[in-house]
């Protein structure tokens, strides 16, 4: 069985700084593109930032580029996004998603994303 787990989310202060992490199992994590999505209250589903299998390539939403930095160890089979100089506008309940493939980036299909974590909510307040 296939599982996403995310943690790290919390409450921090703008411009602040927060790690996710997406604990995977139940498939060959090595061989699949990873991304991080995320959704904010009354709003559409956001792809912030996706990496190939092998961590070689990354890409960033512009909303997020510069700030966020995609990352992954396949030995442990984990997902990392490091959020730094965090914007209220960045508070959203985040999520991992797995790629039906070993590359995928920004503008490939929802569809093509065949598994989900149940989400790991970040605030950005003062």
């Known amino acids: 069985e296939v599982q996403l787990v995310e943690s790290g989310g919390g409450l921090v202060q703008p411009g602040g700084s927060l790690r996710l992490s997406c604990t995977a199992s139940?498939?060959?994590?090595?061989?699949?593109?990873m991304s991080w999505a995320r959704q904010a209250p009354g709003e559409e589903l956001e792809w912030v930032s996706v990496?190939?299998?092998?961590?070689?390539?990354?890409r960033y939403a512009d909303s997020v580029n510069g700030r966020f930095t995609i990352s992954r160890d396949n030995a442990k089979n984990t997902l990392y996004l490091q959020m730094n100089s965090l914007k209220p506008e960045d508070t959203a309940v985040y999520y991992c998603?797995?790629?039906?493939?070993?590359?995928?980036?920004?503008?490939?299909?929802?569809?093509?994303?065949?598994?989900w974590g149940q989400g790991t909510q970040v605030t950005v307040s003062s």
């Open positions: 990496i190939s299998n092998g961590g070689g390539a990354a």
């Open positions: 139940g498939f060959t994590f090595s061989t699949h593109a």
């Open positions: 998603a797995k790629c039906r493939t070993s590359y995928c980036d920004l503008s490939t299909p929802r569809r093509e994303f065949d598994y």
